[in-house]
């Protein structure tokens, strides 16, 4: 009977995993010599997986690939003779790993409404409105295929087709159309045209660098000032990146900054020194 009794009790006892790991970005998942492998590195390789299937796969297939992964490029690169374009190569990527980070950390708090308040007044307060023009016209290189297309539209005859068969402009196949645009959207000859037209009328031909053209207002409006949380976005992209210049700017000028006098500026072109140990 004591057989029997010894296996119950084995399996009453429940299994004892192994105590957790201690985990941080500094914990050691592998060494390649006296070279170690850290969780930190694992993350970063994962957060530049750019294929989606790859992204996806189960925990331990992606960390069981990356980890081989890095064992051998690690194995590989100890085997490599660092001369000073791999010096220089590696001190670009360490500087510019640490100036993306700096900016990171600089865009990392969201605009205040003042902030914001005050970029939108900046821009849009002392505004005025702007005059819009729903136009469509019709393009051709001479100016007498311009007045020979005028007398047909004064005789009746449908602008939309004529722009279809005559028009050398892309907006041609779409029976001339421009949708709606502002004065300085334009060449100033077309824009002051336009601006001389009352809406439904058709223009005597008009020259510019693109051709002869004649045009049709169809109407007119007045762009107001959009209201700030139509554009809120935009103006929190616009203060996050003026922040970051500011500050750019600030560190450069506070750094101890000196130019080296005399470095021919043709040994750009000397990748030789390159090879140097």
């Known amino acids: 009977m004591t057989r029997p009794i010894l296996l119950a009790a084995m399996i009453a006892v429940p299994m004892l995993s192994a105590p957790a790991l201690a985990q941080d970005a500094d914990t ?4 390649v010599g006296d070279e170690q492998i850290t969780l930190g590195q694992m993350i970063v ?13 189960p925990d331990q297939a992606l960390w069981d690939m990356m980890l081989d992964q890095l064992i051998r490029q690690t194995a590989v690169a ?13 001190e670009l990527q360490r500087r ?50 311009a007045k020979e297309i005028k007398a047909q539209l004064d005789d009746g005859g449908d602008f939309g087709a004529l722009a279809e068969q005559h028009s050398t402009g892309p907006s041609g196949p779409n029976q001339g159309d421009l949708g709606w645009f502002s004065a300085d959207q334009m060449v100033a000859p077309f824009a002051d045209a336009v601006a001389a037209m009352e809406p439904g009328s058709v223009s005597d031909p008009v020259q510019t660098e693109f051709g002869w053209h004649v045009i049709k ?26 922040k970051v210049e500011a500050e750019i700017q600030r560190l ?9 006098e005399g470095v021919d500026p043709a040994a750009l072109n000397n990748t030789d020194l390159l090879e140097a140990n």
Do not use: C
Request: a negative charge.
């Open 28 to 31: 050691v998942v592998a060494t």
């Open 45 to 57: 390789m994962k957060q530049s997986i750019q294929d989606p299937n790859m992204a996806n796969l």
């Open 78 to 90: 100890q085997s490599a003779e660092e001369d000073a374009g791999v010096r220089a190569q590696l």
């Open 96 to 145: 510019n790993t640490l100036a993306s980070a700096a900016v990171t950390q600089i865009a990392e708090a969201d605009p205040t409404e003042e902030e914001l308040k005050a970029t939108y007044d900046r821009l849009f307060a002392q505004a005025d409105a702007v005059r819009e023009y729903n136009a469509a016209h019709i393009l051709v290189e001479t100016e007498e295929e």
């Open 217 to 242: 207002l169809n109407e007119t409006r007045l762009r107001e000032a959009p209201p700030l949380e139509e554009v809120r976005d935009q103006i929190s992209q616009m203060v996050l990146r003026e």
């Open 252 to 260: 450069v000028e506070a750094a101890d900054v000196e130019k080296t």
